[in-house]
């Protein structure tokens, strides 16, 4: 389900967790590998444009998913897990010091730089690369503060 597309639902704008102690699980998979984008965890607005976030990145034109990390500027940390089409569990935290992911249960990427700095949202974004369809199946995702 893309919340970002659909404005009325993106967890209504109400931002509840913070970018220095919150946690996000999701788990989710692309339904083709080469067509879509998705964002996945945590945004103060529109995943794709947002001023700060700290959400994974699997873009299928990468080759391995990313943390993407901003204060205003976006930057990304390759993990060492390739895009495809399985689910896979993603743990994004966020902490005083450092914007985390997990993936799988294994620790990724610990990122220092271009942290957010405002409150957050939980995010779910799909975008859509080619003529076909973006779709992404979600079957969990919780968020909360530390």
Not at 46 to 74: F, I, V, W
Not at 91 to 120: A, F, Y
């Amino acid at each position: 389900y893309d919340w970002v597309r659909d404005r009325g639902n993106e967890f209504n704008n109400k931002r509840y967790f913070s970018a220095t102690g919150s946690v996000f699980i999701g788990v989710y998979k692309k339904v083709s590998a080469s067509n879509i984008t998705p964002r996945i965890g945590f945004t103060n607005d529109d995943a794709n444009g947002a001023a700060h976030k700290s959400c994974m990145r699997g873009d299928p034109t990468y080759t391995y998913m990313q943390l993407e990390t901003s204060d205003g500027t976006a930057t990304t940390t390759d993990s060492t897990v390739a895009p495809d089409t399985a689910f896979h569990t993603i743990k994004i935290e966020n902490t005083s010091s450092s914007n985390i992911i997990s993936i799988d249960g294994g620790l990724e990427v610990s990122k220092t730089t271009n942290r957010p700095t405002s409150t957050l949202q939980p995010v779910l974004f799909v975008r859509g690369l080619a003529a076909a369809a973006a779709e992404v199946r979600c079957n969990y995702m919780e968020a909360y503060n530390t």
